[in-house]
């Protein structure tokens, strides 16, 4: 789920639903089954899925931290503001485009292999990086174990340091998002929690 180096996607929705396994069930194999049940309806898409909250961004104070920031598109610093998520199944692949605030980015998450590991890979313009989804104690977690910019790997040195996770508290879905580089720090984090919207009326689950 850019300024700068958008992503380029096409959300429009598919003509029909695709009934096959979603990415991430497919990517977790019978972990699935055992995510939270708000973690579960939120990844379970088979064809356009919506979802509208509130959440808390905050940014590193690294002058070179925020310019990185820009790039990719997070959003600013805020203590309370709208989001939303929609996801666009493509076959094989998921569009995410997220919205803080009226400030969007996107981003592109693809299976990896077919070992039901929990790999898989997301794509932000020129930058792809490699995720071992982890199943730890009710959360969903997404550490990033490889990058590559143009298809060049990144070293382990400036390697994004990813504290992500996605959990249920009180029957609804929430996420906890921390992205930091070694040697500057925090680079944004932002927190809050989701509904699933009806697409016929557009209210909330």
Known sequence: MTDGTKTAVDVRPSDSANNSPCLFQRALGARFGKLPRAVRDLHAVTDRSTWQGRARVTRGSSAIGN????LVGFPPEA?????????QRHGDTEVWCRD???????????LRDSSERGHITERFGVMAFDIDLQLVDDRLEFP??????LGVP???????????????????????VRVSLPGIGDLVR?????????SADGTRA
């Open 79 to 87: 203590d309370d503001i709208p989001v939303s998520v929609t996801i």
């Open 100 to 110: 803080f605030g009226g400030k969007s980015f996107a981003s592109v998450l693809c």
């Open 154 to 176: 990144l070293p382990k040195a400036v390697l994004p340091v990813s504290e992500a996770g996605e959990f249920e508290t009180d029957g609804r879905f929430h996420f906890d």
């Open 144 to 149: 990033v174990t490889r990058g590559r910019i």
């Open 67 to 70: 310019l990185i920031c820009r």
């Open 190 to 198: 932002y927190q809050g929690h989701l509904s699933h919207v009806d």
